[in-house]
């Protein structure tokens, strides 16, 4: 065998995680029982012998130390425990949701809306409510609040207000934060 693969075969051995069983060649191991209990400093075959006993495997938990740790535990059920610690759900990154009216837009178009913006906000994600106005819109600014209004009122059971409704160019917003879960 040339002198090369003799390394990656010792690399391999370290990127597979833990060794058990026959592949743990230092003895005397530090020995903890399946119950979490402390056996021990005991030669390695005896361990070996113990885990059989238990009809469960002998992993080393920490090579590092000296002498090493082995555990007597089910391997498969080890493994598939680690696994699932990898795979351990992120917190809900919380993002701005933007919902558009215009002043002639009709009950029943708000309604859907509103219904979309609740889902948001139960999503716990913030909510900002526009009211865009073009040409002469502008002049009736009252119907844009009044909509605006019905709004962040039908959504206050899910909602609390992080910024009143105001005019802001020719857009009047309003923006809604999700209640905090009690």
Do not use: W
């Amino acid at each position: 065998m040339p002198p090369g693969n003799f390394d990656r075969d010792r690399n391999a051995q370290h990127d597979r995680g833990q060794r058990v069983n026959e592949q743990i060649r230092i003895s005397p191991v530090r020995l903890i029982g399946a119950n979490g209990e402390q056996l021990g400093v005991l030669p390695t075959a005896q361990a070996l012998d113990m885990a059989r006993e238990a009809q469960l495997d002998l992993v080393e938990v920490a090579p590092q130390e000296r002498p090493p740790v082995c555990k007597i535990l089910d391997y498969g059920k080890f493994r598939y425990q680690q696994s699932r610690k990898g795979q351990q759900k992120k917190p809900h990154q919380q993002k701005l949701k933007e919902i558009r009216v215009r002043p002639k837009t009709g009950d029943h178009d708000v309604d859907t809306k509103i219904n979309q913006a609740r889902r948001f906000l139960e999503h716990k994600d913030k909510v900002l409510l526009n009211v865009l106005f073009r040409g002469r819109e502008l002049q009736h600014v009252e119907e844009g609040k009044r909509i605006i209004e019905h709004m962040v009122e039908k959504l206050l059971d899910v909602a609390k207000i992080e910024k009143i409704p105001s005019m802001e160019g020719k857009r009047m917003t309003a923006m809604l934060a999700p209640k905090a879960a009690n």
